[in-house]
């Protein structure tokens, strides 16, 4: 037997008796950065292949959505700091070991250029739109003919946000959970699965959606791949990290685990998708949705998890 | 210089004195403490054994919270200890995720609070108010580049160990055993 107890009485909140500095705000965050990235990955990178006319809802109607995703993003992670008048601190300094310290850096970098990328689509997505003011309109031809620019640093910061998501998490040897350098890439497939789903959801036109489809399928299969690998390497790893494998092998975390982020998130979506694009009629917002719903849910469970697997007591 | 302190885990009987000690010294916040006192016991009965320990932050060599920290608020200061500067820190919980002994907490005013080795005594010569008060005085505090410090002394006299020396966090908190 081995029995560790704190006998002094220490119970600090949110410490004792199992961590639980983060509530909500950071999965959301980690969420909504993650598919914010995907859907501005998939932009630019078409668009980068000429593919913009063919592939309106993925270059030009998606992208609109990521700057709300970043900004509700940002404000997630002001709300989950506990000195919130000190928040400028932040971008004080540039610190590399920090993930948190190079993510806040990346949001200030992706967010702005989101906004400029729709800006330079607004008129021709709506014909009505009318700038009031001279210098509006011609700031917008001015980016229409800098979108190629824009298309390679936003290719570039959409994977350095989707790693991040999941970086933020690894940096964190104390949880052996998170302890594992496969969440990078772990967040960055869900993260681009999440942003498939999303112009699949919204877009009408069937070349598109048979692509995404495609695409969907592909990364589902290595995101399932990676869930595979990051157990066995915790088995084949330390003790907390068998026990912190095991919250998910029989423990806690097994159901939700398995059943939301695992089968309706995965598994299903890639069934129905494969289905689809076998001939068979299935509404499309579906598979969209559930994949959407196991992204988030795999960012809940990770996060909280995380605080619950630890080395000490 | 290099600050550490040595625990004997043969002498401590767990009065927690060293966390009131604390409380007082370092006006932490009621339902709050930065030290605090461990009863470990291993084997089956009735061959148990117990160990108990007064634990803190180690003051790591290689601290994840620093290293974690996104605004340069968790630092090492003067003789390796780690410390918070209030007035940079955003609260964002980071080195609280990263620090494997659960040693930080966040002060009801919002920034992150932890053990000091009680720095503002140490820069005047004293002991830290822990070590200071602890009525079996199993306590050893000092300079582990000077070999004479008790701290020095006990563990070369002594066998010891840190907490988790697996996480790499180079601790400095030692357990005479
Ligand atoms: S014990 Fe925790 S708070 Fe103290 S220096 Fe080490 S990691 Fe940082
Ligand atoms: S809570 Fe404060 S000390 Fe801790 S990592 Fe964030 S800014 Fe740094």
Known sequence: MKEELIISGRMNPRIDPELAIWHWEIPFYLFVGGLAAGILFFASFYYLRGKANEMPNTVKWAPLLAPILLIAGLGALFLDLNHKLYFWQLYTTIKLQSPMSWGAWTLLVITPLSLLWCFSYLSELFPKWNWKQKTLSRFETYLVGKRKILAWIMVFFSVILGIYTGILLSAFNARPLWNTSILGPLFLTSGLSAGAAFILLISKNNFEKQLFRKIDLIIIGVELFFIIHMFMGFLASTQVQIDAAKLFLGGDYTLPFWIFVVFLGMIVPALLEYLEMKGQKIPSYIPAILVIFGSLMLRFIIVNAGQVSRYLY | ?177
């Open chain 2, 1 to 177: 210089m290099r600050y550490a302190m040595a625990i004997d885990t043969r002498k401590c009987v767990g009065c927690s004195d060293c966390v009131v000690a604390c409380q007082i010294e370092n006006k932490v916040p009621e339902g709050f403490c930065r030290d605090w006192v461990v009863e470990a016991t291993s084997g089956t009965y009735p061959k148990l054994e117990l160990e108990i320990r007064s634990e803190r932050c180690n003051q790591c060599g290689n601290a994840p919270c620093v290293r974690c920290c996104p605004t340069g608020s968790s630092f090492y200061a003067d003789g390796g200890i780690v410390l918070v500067d209030p007035d940079k820190c955003i609260g964002c919980g980071a080195c609280i995720a990263s620090c494997p002994y659960d040693a930080r907490y966040v002060h009801p005013e919002g920034f992150v609070d932890k053990c000091t080795f009680c720095i503002q005594r140490v820069r005047k010569g004293q002991r830290p108010a822990c070590v200071e008060v602890c009525p079996t005085n199993c306590m050893y505090f000092g300079d582990l580049d000077d070999p004479n410090s008790e701290v020095s002394i006990k563990l070369k006299e002594r066998k010891h160990k840190t907490l988790i020396p697996e996480a790499g966090t180079d601790p400095h908190l030692y357990f005479l055993i």
